[in-house]
């Protein structure tokens, strides 16, 4: 697999970090989930038995160590030795406490490659705060375009700051990888969830960035192509995107509304925009009369883009995504078979694979010490003392 020579030390909690890892651990990594030693209490993250965390911690080893015990910290830089890349996800000062400080780690080894993912970045005036996914939502600006016009701030229905903070880690790891080969050394890659939010932005910030446009929520509107949104049918709702006058007035040939093209309120871009309510209504009077289905097929077939709003368990009974396989059985020892959420990203020659269910804690622990060289002796006394 593309990173089956990767060792990855994981000592990551709740989402964003677990995100990271998985992206490199779906791909091949042998990755060690390094956990506190069990204490009764449920860990951050959730229950271990629960979806969210299934999905999250796949292919991966685990290993208890207490690192706030000075043999849990020798073993842990034991790994290090050994290891390509270490991500965690802890505030900015506890790495320091706990030894996995990337000038510790770069001591130690030197091509070691830290991935450290924080709620606003390693450093400035809001760097020791304690991240979270709606709070970047907020801060980065998303939430004040999202939802309906006047309707206040919205969040949206995923963690979206904390997903993409994970993933542009992952790909911040992997371009290290790359350079690394040519200079034979590690570096730190470092993302938060308020730059990861503000990225995502995109065509939105570039408005207010260029043209100093500040953007407002739209709803279901397209904020500057008009009409793309969702419209109602006889028997629920579709979305329709129409981009462009040549698309328009195909939409509006294929809906058997030619009077739109030349209504002095929808003949152009600007028009349209305009008096978007009133286009929205017009067009909704004419989608109302036939089902989504029928919309649907009708618009495609006239290379007008539209498609369902489906439920959850419409989405993955759909056969398009049947056949593109992003739900993936995996196998739990305990659990039985389930199905998790597959990568969206397919190689020709090495795609991804689920290879192991998430491990239970501490489930690798003694195989990952005996591999290390300590005895059994020493083991039991880890035990004994708590480090692992």
């Known amino acids: ?28 990594a042998d990755v060690i989930k390094i956990e506190a030693p069990p204490d009764g209490k449920e860990g951050l993250g959730g229950a271990r038995h629960g979806f969210d965390f299934q999905n999250l911690h796949r292919n991966k080893r685990s290993l208890t160590l207490n690192l706030k015990a000075e043999s849990g910290t020798e073993i842990f830089h034991a790994l290090v030795k050994e290891a390509d890349v270490v991500v965690e996800n802890y505030r900015p000062d506890v790495k320091n406490r706990l030894g996995a400080d990337y000038e510790t780690l770069a001591e130690i080894n030197p091509r070691i490659i830290l991935g450290s993912i924080s709620g606003f970045g390693q450093d400035g005036p809001y760097a020791s705060r304690a991240g979270f996914d709606q709070v970047a939502q907020g801060m980065g600006g998303l939430m ?3 939802g309906e016009p006047g309707g206040g701030p919205m969040r949206v229905g995923i963690p979206i700051a904390d997903l993409c903070a994970g993933f542009f880690c992952a790909q911040g790891i992997l371009l290290a990888i790359i350079e690394r080969e040519t200079s034979g050394m ?14 995502m932005l995109d065509f939105q910030a570039a408005r207010y ?4 446009e500040v953007p407002v929520s739209a709803g279901n509107d397209h904020p500057t192509s008009i009409p793309t949104g969702v419209f109602p ?20 040939h294929a809906i058997d509304a030619p009077q739109l093209i030349t209504d002095e309120q929808f003949k152009t871009a600007d028009s349209r925009s305009a008096n978007r309510v009133e286009m929205n209504a017009a067009i909704g009077e004419v989608t109302s009369t036939n089902t989504s289905d029928y ?12 498609g369902p709003i489906y439920s959850m368990d419409q989405v993955f009974a759909d056969p398009q995504v049947k056949h593109l396989e992003m739900a993936t059985p995996v196998d739990h020892p305990i659990l039985g078979q389930f199905e998790i ?15 192991s269910a998430t491990p239970e804690q501490g489930e690798h622990t003694d195989g990952i010490l005996e591999k290390l060289g300590y005895s059994t002796e020493e083991i039991n006394g880890f035990h004994a003392n708590g480090v692992v």
């Open 144 to 146: 004040s375009i999202t």
């Open 233 to 252: 049918t006889s028997d629920g709702h579709i979305n329709i995107a129409v981009a462009g006058q040549a698309i328009y007035e195909r939409f509006c």
């Open 186 to 199: 590690g570096q730190w890659v470092k993302s938060s969830l308020l730059e990861a939010q503000i990225q």
């Open 341 to 355: 959420v597959n990568q969206a990203i397919k190689l020709s020659r090495t795609p991804s694979s689920i290879r």
């Open 295 to 306: 919309w649907i097929s009708l618009l495609n077939k006239a290379g007008c883009p539209s």
């Open 209 to 212: 960035l260029k043209d100093g």
């Open 1 to 28: 697999m593309p990173l089956s020579k990767i060792k990855v030390l994981d000592l990551t909690r709740v989402r964003a970090g677990p995100t990271c890892v998985r992206q490199l651990a779906d791909w091949g």
